[in-house]
């Protein structure tokens, strides 16, 4: 595949959001609504998205959505995503939720998801991306391959109706 304007590196996308957890955050059983954390999750990875393609993008799948643990009120939420792979059209995006005790700065996951995006026009048809993801170290080596395999899945699960 060539690439226009050559390679951006996995650092270029990264997106980290804060949000201090409100009451309208909130659910029935005093714990963060994991419907608004996904809410997030998603314009964390389009911002990703947007700074790795350099245009618009659209949403075409969340997978490996997990919750791992619960947040509470007042709880300082921070979101962290960024590009791991990129195709013709879509990208993958990595989206880890942590919980920061603002005491010590240590931070609890609380959730990891996946998400796909695609670089779409003014229309919303799919267009190229014109950069391709420059991989520097071997975490963002493993993450390409995870990410080879999990489309791999997609495609799969597709194929037989899920």
């Known amino acids: ?83 791991t792979y990129v195709g013709r059209t879509s990208m993958e995006v990595r989206v880890d939720s942590y919980v920061e005790d603002c005491k010590t700065g240590i931070r609890s996951m609380i959730n990891h998801a996946y998400l796909t995006e695609v670089c779409v026009d003014e229309e919303g048809t799919p267009i190229p991306i014109e950069y391709g993801l420059e991989l520097t170290n071997e975490t963002e080596r493993a993450e390409w391959e995870g990410a080879k395999k999990r489309i791999e899945i997609r495609k799969t699960r597709k194929a037989e109706g899920f």
């Open 1 to 83: 595949m060539e690439y226009v304007k050559g390679n951006k590196k996995v650092s270029d996308s990264l997106t980290e959001v804060t949000k201090l957890l409100q009451y309208k955050d909130i659910n029935g059983v005093n714990r963060l609504f994991g419907g608004r954390l996904m809410e997030w999750i998603d314009e964390a990875a389009g911002i990703a998205a947007i700074r790795h393609c350099g245009g618009f993008i659209t949403t075409a799948c969340v997978d490996t959505l997990q919750f791992k643990h619960a947040a509470y009120l007042h709880d300082l939420l921070v979101i962290i995503a960024k590009v």
